[in-house]
C-alpha cells in the first residue's frame, strides 16, 4: 500500500518535520529539525515545504497528516496540532495524532515484553509521565504497545517511589527501561534504582511520531481534522487573581501521585459518594441503591487524596466471578491512574477469593469507560438488551465485559 505522510513534532524545544514514503515494500523516512522553543510557528511549514520539495511531492500526494500531541509544551503542542488540523482540512485528508512519551518509548529499542518508563520535564519541578510495553511483533511491522500508565502529572521526587510502588502490577520479565530528559532535569531527585536501566532516548522525535502514525494508519486509527487536539495532562499552570491574594504563591503543583489504599465505604461516605457519583454519571445511583449494597454486605471502597474522596467502587461476590457494579473518579482527577488503582484493588479482592475473573457492564455511547475497560483487559463477551436507563424515556443496551484470571491469578 502506498502511503505519503507528514509527520510534525513540536512538544518540546526542538521543532521536527519527517516525511515517511512507502511503496512497494520500501520505507523511507526523511527528516527536518531546528532547536529553537520560539521559533516552532515559523519553521515548520518551511520545513515541511523542503521535504516535499526535495522528495518531488507536491501537498496534494500526501495520504495523511501526524502530529505529536503531547504532553509538553502548551505553545507547541497548538502550533504542530493546529498546522496539521489547517493542512488535513485543505487537503481533505485525516490527521493521526502521536502521543508523544510513546514516540520516546519506540526510540528506545526495547525488546518484545520489556517496558519502557518516559519521563519528560514538565518544568517547575514536576514530570510528565507514562509507561508503555512493546507488544510481540505484527508480521513485518513493528511491534505495537501496550498502555501500562497513559501520560500524567507528577511531582519529580515521586517518579521513582511511585514507580515502585506500580511496577509489581506490570509483570516485568526484563529490566526497567529509562527514558526522557527528566531524568537529567531532575538528578537530585529521580535517583535511578540499580536494577533499572538508563537508555538515550531524551525527546520525541518526528521520525518516531512518523512511523507510530503509519501503523496507526494501517489499522485505520486516524481521526477527522476537526477532532484532533493535543494531549494537556496539567490542569492548571497559574494562580487565579484571588488564589494569589489569599498567598497562594508560586505555581500550582502536581497532586500527589501515590494514593492512599482503598478504604471500606460506609454511611459517613454517603453524602460525598453520591455527590461525586451524580456529577460523572447521566444516569446515576441513588442514596438508595448505594444504602442497599452496604446493606447487602457488597465488597464498597473509598480512596482518598488528602481527606478528599478521589473515587470509588462496589463490587459483588457471586460464586465464580466478581460482579463490578459501580467505579468512579473525580472528574477533575480523571488520567491520573486512580481508576487504574480501583480496578487493581476490585481484581486482588477477587483473587483473594479465588474467583474466575471480573464481570461489568458499560454503556455502547460510553467510549472512554469502553477504552478504560479494555486498557485493562477486559473482552466483550455480551450484550443485555435495554438494559440502561436513556433519555426521554428510553433505554440503552449494556455491552458486558469480562475479564478473566489465569491459573496463576495474572
Known amino acids: 500500500m502506498e502511503l505519503n505522510l507528514l509527520a510534525l513534532e513540536t512538544s518540546s524545544s526542538r521543532c521536527g518535520v519527517a516525511l515517511l514514503r512507502a511503496a512497494d515494500g520500501r520505507l523511507d523516512v526523511t527528516v527536518r529539525e531546528h532547536e529553537g522553543s520560539q521559533e516552532h510557528a515559523e519553521r515548520l511549514l518551511p520545513m515541511a515545504g523542503e521535504l516535499l520539495a526535495e522528495a518531488g511531492l507536491a501537498p496534494g500526494a500526501l495520504h495523511a497528516v501526524a502530529f505529536g500531541q503531547g504532553p509538553g509544551g502548551f505553545t507547541g ?19 493521526l495524532p502521536v502521543v508523544s512519551h510513546l514516540a520516546v518509548a519506540a526510540q528506545t529499542g526495547a525488546a518484545p515484553g520489556q517496558a519502557v518508563l518516559v519521563a519528560l520535564d514538565a518544568r517547575m519541578n514536576e514530570v510528565y509521565l507514562a509507561v508503555y510495553r512493546r507488544a510481540g511483533t505484527e508480521g513485518d511491522e513493528p511491534a505495537s504497545w501496550e498502555t501500562l500508565q497513559e501520560p500524567m502529572l507528577i511531582a519529580a521526587a515521586e517518579v521513582v517511589p511511585w514507580a515502585q510502588h506500580h511496577q509489581s502490577g506490570w509483570r516485568l ?18 535517583a535511578l534504582p540499580p536494577v533499572w536501566r538508563r537508555v538515550d532516548a ?37 494562580f487565579t487573581t484571588a488564589e494569589r491574594m489569599r498567598g497562594e504563591g508560586g505555581n500550582p503543583k502536581a497532586r500527589r501521585a501515590i494514593p492512599a489504599t482503598p478504604q471500606p465505604l460506609t454511611d459517613a461516605d454517603l453524602d460525598e459518594v453520591v455527590a461525586l457519583e451524580a456529577n460523572v454519571q447521566s444516569f446515576p ?12 454486605g457488597y465488597g464498597a471502597w473509598t480512596l482518598r ?38 480496578m ?3 481484581e486482588q479482592r477477587a483473587r483473594e477469593r479465588g474467583l474466575e475473573g471480573v464481570l461489568l457492564e458499560v454503556r455502547p455511547s460510553n467510549a472512554s469507560a469502553i477504552a478504560f475497560y479494555k486498557k485493562h483487559g477486559y ?15 428510553g433505554r440503552e443496551d449494556a455491552l458486558v465485559m469480562q475479564k478473566r484470571f489465569d491459573a496463576n491469578g495474572a
Open 77 to 95: 503542542l497548538r502550533v504542530a496540532c493546529g498546522v496539521a488540523q489547517g493542512m488535513a482540512l485543505g487537503l481533505d485528508i485525516p490527521v
Open 173 to 190: 520479565g526484563a529490566p526497567l527501561l529509562i527514558a526522557g530528559d527528566a531524568w537529567d532535569a531532575y538528578a537530585a531527585d529521580m
Open 202 to 238: 531524551l525527546r520525541p522525535e518526528a521520525a518516531s511520531v512518523a512511523r507510530l502514525a503509519r501503523q496507526d494508519w494501517l489499522r485505520g486509527q486516524s481521526v477527522p481534522a476537526e477532532l484532533a487536539a493535543p494531549l494537556y495532562v496539567r490542569d492548571k499552570v497559574a
Open 285 to 296: 445511583w441513588t442514596r438508595g441503591n448505594f444504602s442497599d449494597a452496604l446493606a447487602a
Open 305 to 342: 487524596q488528602e481527606g478528599r474522596l478521589a473515587g470509588f467502587c462496589i463490587l459483588m461476590f457471586a460464586p465464580d466471578v466478581a460482579h463490578l457494579l459501580v467505579i468512579a473518579v473525580a472528574r477533575d482527577l480523571h488520567r491520573q491512574g486512580l481508576g487504574g488503582e480501583l
Open 344 to 346: 487493581h484493588w476490585c
Open 379 to 393: 473482552l466483550q463477551i455480551g450484550v443485555r438488551r435495554g438494559y440502561y436507563p436513556a433519555d426521554k424515556g
